[in-house]
């Protein structure tokens, strides 16, 4: 069943607004973007959101907030509870556009998007929502792998609240996806702007840099984003781009340091020992290698190219029975459809909770 685009607007002479109709046909993805762009997205925006229920302002709120034990369920992360109470309360007040709106935010938290944004588009029929609200649209859709109309929403934040550092950083994050590398570095500088040093930002222009073929701009900004962190860093996705970068120019003198730092700050991301086993590799170490990959092959087993990878290393040990046993796994999952990219969870950063 086609779902219907939410319209989160009411019309400026106070008629409802009309649910959109079905779209004819969902845009698909573009087929050269890397397979590892939008689930890094999720993790920052969720945690943005759940931040801001977590100060209760979260949607609007009047002297009388007769939904106020409700958010407060939501707050302390009680999400079942409170949408059993929104549902409740709802019963009663249907034409309430607070209780849909706040009923939408907590469909989002279950990651229920498509149910999130019907509340949103029955919310919209008595009020319009808020910057904050449009984020959930477009966070909504970015679930929904709908980058199209995540940016339309992200940018309909900007325009409505330009002074938002998170909204700009959203917007670039989306951008990037799209493949708008150019885009995306104009959105992470505004954010930057509004909010110096903002790690995460810095990092990902480094990797739209890097997209653009700028490996020298790339390597500035990954450093820059390791050094506004201080001596005592958190967030591990410098240290592993700029390691990464190395290793590719075949500095991997310089990369090592830099993933083992990674690995530290991140020790369940799986690219991580991916990339410090090819590190490895390359250094012609072997034992340490094999080791590397193992922990990759544990933590993402239904990635394929890891044990393809795992295998090579094994073969070269001259272990070669449990080398065919890594190429026939490959070979299956391969056969099966399954990724062949490693997983690069967010770990180690505050704003990117697992």
């Known amino acids: 069943m086609r779902r219907p685009r939410c319209r989160p607007t009411a019309s400026c002479n106070g008629r409802p607004a009309r649910r959109w109709p079905p779209r004819r046909t969902m845009r698909q993805p573009s087929k050269t973007m890397r397979a ?14 759940l931040g801001v229920a977590a100060t209760g302002t979260l949607f609007s709120q009047g002297p009388t907030d007769s939904l106020a034990a409700t958010r407060a369920l939501l707050d302390s992360g009680k999400v079942q509870e ?4 929104i549902r409740v309360y709802l019963a009663s007040h249907p034409s309430s556009a607070d209780a849909h709106f706040l009923l ?19 919310g919209a029929k008595f009020r319009r929502p808020g910057s904050v609200e449009l984020k959930i649209v477009a966070a909504d859709y970015v679930m929904l792998n709908d980058l199209s109309d995540a940016d339309k929403w992200f940018s309909q934040v900007v325009r409505e609240s330009p002074n938002d ?10 951008k990037y996806n799209e493949n708008e590398f150019a885009a995306a570095i104009a959105a992470l500088e505004h954010a930057l702007t509004l909010h110096p040093k903002l790690v995460e930002a810095e990092n990902n222009i480094g990797l739209a840099w890097k997209e653009l073929n700028d490996k020298d701009k790339a390597r ?43 690995q530290s700050l991140a020790p369940g991301n799986p690219s991580v020992h991916e990339e410090l086993g090819k590190v490895y590799l390359a250094m012609n170490r072997l034992a340490e290698a094999q080791a590397e990959l193992e922990r990759a092959v544990a933590l993402s087993p239904e990635t394929s190219s ?8 094994l073969r070269k040990e001259g272990q070669s029975a449990r080398a065919q046993e890594e190429f026939a ?4 999952l391969n056969g099966a459809h399954s990724s062949s990219k490693t997983p690069n969870p967010p770990a180690g ?5 697992q």
């Open 36 to 49: 590892d762009r939008r689930p890094t997205l999720f993790g920052p925006l969720r945690t943005f959101l």
């Open 82 to 85: 409170g949408e059993t109470a």
């Open 104 to 122: 939408g935010y907590a469909l989002f938290r279950e990651q229920k998007a498509q149910a999130s944004l019907d509340e949103f588009t029955a």
């Open 165 to 174: 550092a998170d909204a700009w950083y959203l917007l670039g994050r989306t």
């Open 220 to 262: 500035s900004a990954f450093a820059t984003a390791i050094a506004w962190q201080g001596d005592a860093p958190l967030d591990a996705q410098p240290f592993l781009n700029l390691g990464t970068l190395c290793a590719e120019s075949q500095e991997n003198e310089k990369a090592l340091p830099l993933l083992l730092r990674a």
């Open 306 to 313: 890891l044990h393809y990878k795992l295998g090579q290393v």
């Open 329 to 332: 796994i490959c070979e299956r």
């Open 349 to 353: 950063n505050p704003r990117d909770p």
